[in-house]
């Protein structure tokens, strides 16, 4: 098994079951072992919508990283999340990768570590929370020292 850190959030409907629902999936496959707090945000990147909740789960999981992208992608569906969602909209529900052990994987439809993570206020301190001394693969720095950067 393997560790991974998968970011969770919502900023559409009832954003507190949309995550309770998520995390109810998410453990027929992983082993969750911390999840940090929620915070509110204000969405970013030209998303749509309103305030999120967002948080970081930690967990060991045995799929491999393109059998876990499309679990993921199954728990959003089944949260409520459109399978041809247009980037940017709201969502009920975004689950993704962002660490998978110490690989760093650049496919088309697969990047890990995120490649965005670290410019993310709603990754990075949720992440601080729960991890604060995990080393990004690529760039060899803790969460924390990324987060005091």
């Given at each position: ?13 009832d ?79 975004d ?35 729960i ?15 990324l987060?005091?950067?």
């Open positions: 098994m393997v560790k991974i850190y998968i970011s969770i959030g919502s900023n559409k409907g954003r507190q079951k949309h995550i309770v629902d998520a995390l109810k999936y998410l453990q027929q496959y992983v082993f969750i072992l911390k999840i940090s707090s929620f915070i509110v945000t204000a969405p970013v990147e030209n998303v749509k919508g309103g305030y999120f909740l967002n948080g970081v789960v930690e967990g060991k999981t045995a799929f491999r990283p393109q059998q876990l992208l499309s679990f993921l992608q199954q728990v959003e569906v089944n949260v409520g999340r459109e399978v041809f969602h247009k980037k940017g909209d709201e969502r009920e529900i689950l993704d990768i962002v660490f998978y052990g110490t690989k760093v994987i650049k496919r088309e439809n697969l990047v890990i570590p995120h490649p965005r993570y670290s410019g993310r206020e709603f990754v990075l301190t949720p992440l601080l929370e991890a604060p001394y995990l080393i990004d693969p690529v760039t060899k720095c803790s969460i924390n020292k987060r005091k950067e």
